[in-house]
């Protein structure tokens, strides 16, 4: 296959497996995977936004996988579905429904007992999933948009601004967004709370 992929830090390289997976065969730069992506994923948005789930629904396996093909079933076959392969960034493939059911129960738990405001809800909750990295790409849209979903359906607010940026491209705005999500690793919540409503 002529697909030539480019990986900028903080991105997760695919391995052929996983590249074998594209539908779309007659794609060949990145450039044109990433502009269908985005199409795909705006019809997720457009999803999302028609429907009106309860926080029990959002906050399950079952949603969180449902969303990641909803925004990558068009391109990917994998969309959807866990990794089972081992990554730079995440847990052991074998440990992510683990890590996922343990970090919905405790979001519903900070839900129920207001333990942080709304945003930081949603930010943590955004960094501890792409940090399990449930899937083999698509992981940090995906995570921006659960938190997206959760402030807007869960806490009625609006949604965050992530700087107008899909993040995809290797510009001041994505380092800076690498860097608040790496202070994120180390405790420092604050400025990826920043970053999301700047
Ligand atoms: N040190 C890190 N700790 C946690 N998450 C990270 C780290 N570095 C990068 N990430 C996240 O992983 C994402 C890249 O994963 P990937 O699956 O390629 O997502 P996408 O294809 O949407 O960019 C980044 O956008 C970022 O959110
Ligand atoms: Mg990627």
Redesign the pocket.
């Known amino acids: 296959m002529g697909l030539k992929l480019e990986y900028h830090d903080?991105?997760?390289p695919l391995d052929e497996d996983e590249k074998e997976g594209l539908i779309v065969k007659s794609i060949t730069t990145q450039g044109e995977l990433d502009e269908l992506e985005q199409l795909n994923i705006e019809k997720a948005v457009i999803w999302t936004i028609s429907k009106k789930f309860r926080k029990e629904e959002i906050l399950s396996e079952s949603f969180v996988r449902q969303l990641h093909k909803k925004m990558y079933g068009d391109v990917w076959n994998w969309a959807g579905q866990f990794r089972t392969t081992g990554k730079n960034?995440g847990v052991d493939w074998f440990v992510i429904g683990i890590e996922l059911k343990c970090l919905l129960d405790d979001t519903l738990y900070w839900i129920e007992n207001e333990t942080y405001p709304p945003d930081e809800i949603a930010i943590r909750f955004k960094?501890r999933l792409?940090?399990i990295?449930c899937?083999?790409?698509?992981?940090?849209?995906?995570?921006r948009l659960m938190a997206d979903i959760i402030i807007e359906t869960i806490f009625e607010q609006p949604v965050f601004s992530w700087h107008h940026s899909n993040?995809?491209k290797p510009d001041e705005t994505r380092r800076k967004?690498?860097s608040a999500?790496?202070l994120?690793?180390v405790g420092k919540i604050e400025p990826l709370l920043e970053f999301a409503r700047g």
């Open positions: 903080g991105q997760t960034i960094h792409v940090s990295h899937f083999p790409n698509g992981n940090g849209r995906h995570s993040m995809v967004y690498i999500v790496k994120a690793d």
